[in-house]
């Protein structure tokens, strides 16, 4: 079992930037990849970003790709999603999710693990 809590939403305007964090607890946490999926109002679910759990393999969905950085600290239970050059597009709720069934990167499905989720919204 993994616990996941997000932090660091917000609002901002388009070409800024916010940093979100998610601390991760539980059972072999250093083990698992972590990922960022966003929801936008009226769409389903989809993957933003992911890191391995040896913090340096990452993966990044297209359309955030040189504007988003994923991280984790040295202790793996945090990482951190940073988000520059901000469009209105990225707005929605911010999950942190781990995979449920193993230790590659979560698959945002309801059996994975979520946390609650943080809103950012990005408007002028």
């Known amino acids: 079992q993994l616990q996941l809590v997000e932090s660091g939403g917000g609002l901002v305007q388009p070409g800024g930037s916010l940093r979100l964090s998610c601390v991760v607890s539980g059972f072999a946490v250093d083990r698992h990849a972590i990922g960022w999926f966003r929801q936008a109002p009226g769409q389903e679910r989809k993957g933003v970003a992911c890191?391995?759990?040896?913090?340096?393999?990452?993966v990044y969905a297209a359309n955030v790709k040189d504007r988003f950085t994923v991280s984790r600290d040295g202790s793996k239970k945090v990482v951190s999603l940073q988000m520059n050059n901000l469009k209105p597009e990225d707005t929605g709720v911010y999950y942190c999710?781990?995979?449920?069934?193993?230790?590659?990167?979560?698959?945002?499905?309801?059996?994975?693990?979520w946390g609650q989720g943080t809103q950012v919204t990005v408007s002028s």
């Open positions: 999710t781990a995979n449920g069934a193993g230790t590659g990167c979560p698959r945002g499905i309801a059996d994975d693990y």
């Open positions: 890191i391995g759990s040896d913090g340096f393999s990452t």
